[in-house]
């Protein structure tokens, strides 16, 4: 790796690729936040990249437990045998959106993502250094020598935080033709930890089903959704006492449990 170009060194060949096609990726958001903070970090201007969520998609046709991207591979009919990486992945994607395509007998890639409901990812475009950085790019810039390749690694327990680097998404007022049976109906949920799908996302779901949100635990949390990840030790759980006797008073779930419950 010390020795292999680095990202500044390929993007124009990458984004010569690109050219107009449509980009498709399992979970787009974490996609387009990394070719972000690349972009950051390498001093380079941002062609303003949009790209479309398999998983979106999936969760919109296939009636699944879990969506993640081998399940949804398999129900295309795709056996996705070396899962996390690029090549497989990006064939596992395209298999999921083919079959929808298919069954739903649809032509077009941006019909078919229109017609479930589905709008592009896009990232910001800008021209010379951006005025204000992305936050995992902000947060990375005092890391740099966990991510160089010649030095030696650290040991696991001296690693940050990282799941902090997840976009907390916007609050959204609770959907007012929400089912009032539902078990989020009138909940208020504070989301920890990594969950399977883009934590944004995840409140986009909840309020559609009438519950708030919240980015920290405050005295109105009802529901703390702990991810993979989390630990009570943690920095996120000792960030406030008064925060932590909050989440005990709250009732806790996995969050693999609610992002079900989301159907």
Known sequence: MAQSPRFGELFG???????????V??????????FEAALEVSGLDSPGLS?????RLSRANYQLASHALPKAAA???YQLTQHHYALDDARASAAVVCDIAARRNVGTTH????ES????RTMESWQGPRARESRATRQVRGMAHLFDARLPAPQPRHMPDLMRWQDEGKNLPPSSVA????????QQLTFTGNLAIPRAEAKELVAALGAATASRVTAGTTLLVVGDGFEAGSSASRSSPFRCAA????RRCAGSETVSGCG
């Open 13 to 23: 060949e990458i984004q010569g690729f690109i050219g107009e096609d449509v980009l």
């Open 25 to 34: 990726a399992h979970n787009a958001g974490f996609d387009i936040e990394v």
């Open 51 to 55: 790209c479309l969520c398999s998983v």
């Open 75 to 77: 129900e295309a009919g």
């Open 111 to 114: 019909r078919l993502f229109q």
């Open 117 to 120: 409901g589905i709008a592009a």
């Open 179 to 186: 089912d009032p049976a539902h078990p989020l109906f009138a």
């Open 247 to 250: 989440a005990r008073r709250a």
